[in-house]
Nanobody
Framework: QVQLVESGGGLVQAGGSLRLSCAAS????????MAWYRQAPGKQRELVAV??????NYADSVKGRFTISRDNTKNTGYLQMNSLKPEDTAVYYC?????????????????WGRGTQVTVSS
C-alpha cells in the first residue's frame, strides 16, 4: 500500500507563489507517472499536470505558471505554482500510476493523497 501526503497549501494573494509537495511512503523509482489534480467547489476534478518518462504535460490554464517535478531520492513530487490566480483556488491532490500510458485519466491512477487546500485571494 502506498501512502501519499500532500503539503504546502495555504492562503496566498493573487500573483503569489506556493510549492506543493507530495511525499510517498515508498520508493517512487518504479512509478511511471505522477500527477497533480485539483477540485474546486462545485466542479469536477481536473488534471493540472503530469510527469512521466516522456516529460511533463500541463493543463492549458496553468501552462507557463506551474512546474511539476519529482525527486526520486526523496520519494517526493512537487508542484511549483507561480503567478497564482483566484481561479486556482481548489483542493490539490497528487496521484501516482505504476503502469504505462493512460496518464490523462483520473481513474487510471493507483494511489491518491488526501489533498491540500490552496486558496488564492484577489
Amino acid at each position: 500500500q502506498v501512502q501519499l501526503v500532500e503539503s504546502g497549501g495555504g492562503l496566498v494573494q493573487a500573483g503569489g507563489s506556493l510549492r506543493l509537495s507530495c511525499a510517498a511512503s515508498v520508493s517512487i523509482l518504479s512509478i511511471r507517472a505522477m500527477a497533480w489534480y485539483r477540485q474546486a467547489p462545485g466542479k469536477q476534478r481536473e488534471l493540472v499536470a503530469v510527469i512521466a518518462s516522456g516529460g511533463a504535460n500541463y493543463a492549458d490554464s496553468v501552462k507557463g505558471r506551474f512546474t511539476i517535478s519529482r525527486d526520486n531520492t526523496k520519494n517526493t513530487g512537487y508542484l511549483q505554482m507561480n503567478s497564482l490566480k483566484p481561479e486556482d483556488t481548489a483542493v490539490y491532490y497528487c496521484a501516482v500510476r505504476y503502469s504505462g500510458g493512460g496518464y490523462f485519466r483520473a481513474d487510471n491512477y493507483d494511489y491518491w493523497g488526501r489533498g491540500t487546500q490552496v486558496t488564492v485571494s484577489s
